[in-house]
């Protein structure tokens, strides 16, 4: 039974799912054959193909990406109608469902499992084959060998760039009657009392694990190598905040004190938002790229570096975001009779806008993305200014984190897709 409490047995579409993952396991070293397989789907289909890379056809996919095509945001009437024709091209006798109760969907935005070519890693594709062959076998031949090597699989995957939740996602497709699911509804349901019961159970695990006394950590002495290089981060926040700077709670909410180091916390600020587009849109190209004068003759070589702080390209799309991390984000207007935006940060997102648009198609966006503060205005303002959209936005840190995501979600929904 799932976390609902329904029985798998009653829905209608585990035998095709179960079925259609054995079949697209055969095609684990035939990946080209398969990639033609599936544009021929949606060419007959007269369906836009989603598997491009900047302007060019995938070169290889992964299963899990492949059941992602009718497990999203879609109609259930094109989700049948794919998977009527990816079942018939590969093979599938089980009837196709008509009903979608007890399936988890994926956001159209983080529907693959992998980066664009130049992000992802070589291994990355043919890991997510192994991790789907592994859960299959550890699902129906259970032993310390299949175990063994699921973990393995499942250890290796779980890192890389598009893989997070949607693995257990992934997993629950392929054998819904051994893998549980962990999507946003059932992580919710699991620690809808507060967590208390679940921390209680982690710490079961944590024996021999001592504990801390912030004041004796030796910050400059932390060193780090490949193997826990991605700890950087997490402890970087936690000397943020052991520093000083929380806290003070009042009715629940959590409000943080003032940094002595303000760029130290711009930089952090501007790190979280490019990290996170990162992890969750494997499909975007993000970055923090420098950006070319549109110079017409000459050279650029006094010309200052436009270094933007988050750069995300989806197919000919481009927003560029600069992070503002300030106390006062409005400027009093200097005849003193009212407030405005900071000036030099608009004339920088515009000089950064024009510069990439060299084609002035106006597919070039620009967003100051400023954390909100305890002032009265709030800066949600949208332009259209020689012929290109510029935003200023205000993302609220003081939000849960499910919160701030879909802030952030919507911002790249809106400009992008």
Request: proline residues 4%; charged residues 25%.
């Given at each position: ?15 095709f799912?179960?079925?259609f ?24 289909l ?9 302007g ?17 945001g ?12 990816l ?31 130049a ?9 997510l ?6 859960g ?15 973990i393995v ?50 710490m079961?695990?944590?024996p ?8 004796r950590?030796?910050?400059s ?11 950087k981060m997490l402890?970087y ?6 520093q ?20 130290r916390?711009h ?11 990162r ?7 993000a ?32 927003v ?10 409005m ?9 405005t ?23 070039v966006s620009?967003?100051?993305l ?6 009265e ?17 205000t ?5 849960p984190f ?16």
């Amino acid at each position: 039974m799932d976390v609902n409490n329904q029985p798998l047995q009653s829905f209608s579409w585990t035998s095709f799912y179960m079925e259609f993952a054995d079949k697209l396991l055969l095609y684990k070293d035939k990946r080209p054959e398969l990639l033609q397989l599936i544009k021929s789907v949606y060419d007959h289909l007269e369906m836009h193909y989603p598997f491009m890379d900047h302007g060019q056809l995938f070169d290889d996919i992964c299963p899990f990406t492949i059941f992602g095509c009718f497990n999203k945001g879609i109609t259930n009437k094109n989700r049948i109608a794919i998977m009527e024709s990816l079942g018939e091209k590969l093979g599938v006798t089980s009837a196709v469902p008509t009903e979608f109760e007890g399936i988890p969907v994926l956001n159209n935005m983080k529907a693959w499992f992998f980066g664009y070519k130049a992000d992802r890693k070589p291994e990355d594709i043919p890991n997510l084959w192994k991790m789907f062959e592994a859960g299959i076998n550890y699902a129906d031949n259970s032993s310390k060998v299949s175990k063994d090597k699921f973990i393995v699989c499942y250890d290796a995957v779980r890192k890389q760039l598009g893989v997070k939740w949607n693995l257990t996602v992934g997993l629950y497709w392929i054998r819904p009657f051994s893998y549980l699911n962990l999507d946003d509804p059932n992580r919710k349901f699991l620690t809808r009392d507060g967590g208390a019961n679940v921390k209680k159970k982690v710490m079961l695990f944590f024996p021999n694990v001592d504990v801390v006394v912030p004041r004796r950590i030796r910050w400059s002495g932390l060193t780090y190598n490949r193997n826990n290089v991605t700890y950087k981060m997490l402890i970087y926040i936690c000397y943020l905040v052991i520093q000083g700077m929380l806290l003070n709670e009042q009715e629940g909410s959590r409000k943080m004190a003032r940094y002595i180091d303000d760029q130290r916390m711009h930089r952090l600020y501007e790190k979280f938002v490019l990290e996170y587009y990162r992890k969750h849109y494997p499909e975007l190209k993000a970055s923090a790229s420098q950006i070319d004068w549109d110079i017409a003759d000459g050279t650029g070589e006094f010309l200052p570096r436009m270094q933007s702080d988050i750069t995300l390209q989806y197919q000919d799309k481009t927003v560029i975001i600069d992070t503002k991390y300030y106390e006062h984000t409005m400027q009093q207007n200097r005849f003193g009779d009212g407030q405005t935006l900071h000036s030099h940060n608009m004339y920088q997102i515009y000089t950064y806008v024009k510069n990439k648009d060299t084609n002035h198609s106006g597919k070039v966006s620009g967003v100051l993305l400023y954390a909100k503060t305890d002032e009265e205005i709030v800066p949600d303002h949208d332009y259209v200014i020689g012929g290109n959209r510029i935003s200023v936005k205000t993302l609220d840190l003081n939000s849960p984190f499910s919160q701030i995501a879909k802030q952030l979600d919507a911002l790249a929904e809106r400009l992008l897709f």
